[in-house]
Nanobody
Framework: QVQLVESGGGLVQAGGSLRLSCAASGSIFSIDIMGWYRQTPGKQREVVATITSGGSTNYADFVKGRFTISRDNAKNTVYLQMNSLKPEDTAVYYC??????????????WGQGTQVTVSS
């Protein structure tokens, strides 16, 4: 069993900051890509940022310069520092990760999501 648990969401005023965390636990051999995604009602889930085990990052254009993704491989944890938040950043944020349970068995796992609400 593998589990991703997010924390750090909440309500913040426009211009404020939040830091999301996502910790993976369970039977883990290794973790490749980890990422943050978000979804609003009636829309598809979209990628926000991803990071490889080597630290290479990619960001959606709408968060470049405002959000920073990082990870602690020793703790199997990925973070998302969100600065200069805008009302349009309001969404449920999900953590996702490619987790290997052995050398030959890898699955994509999702966390349960954490609500981020930015007030104007």
């Amino acid at each position: 069993q593998v589990q991703l648990v997010e924390s750090g969401g909440g309500l913040v005023q426009a211009g404020g900051s939040l830091r999301l965390s996502c910790a993976a636990s369970g039977s883990i051999f290794s973790i490749d890509i980890m990422g943050w995604y978000r979804q609003t009602p009636g829309k598809q889930r979209e990628v926000v940022a991803t990071i490889t085990s080597g630290g290479s990052t990619n960001y959606a254009d709408f968060v470049k310069g405002r959000f920073t993704i990082s990870r602690d491989n020793a703790k199997n944890t990925v973070y998302l520092q969100m600065n200069s938040l805008k009302p349009e950043d309001t969404a449920v944020y999900y953590c996702g990760a490619a987790i290997s349970r052995s050398r030959t068995y890898r699955t994509w796992e999702w966390g349960q999501g954490t609500q981020v609400t930015v007030s104007s």
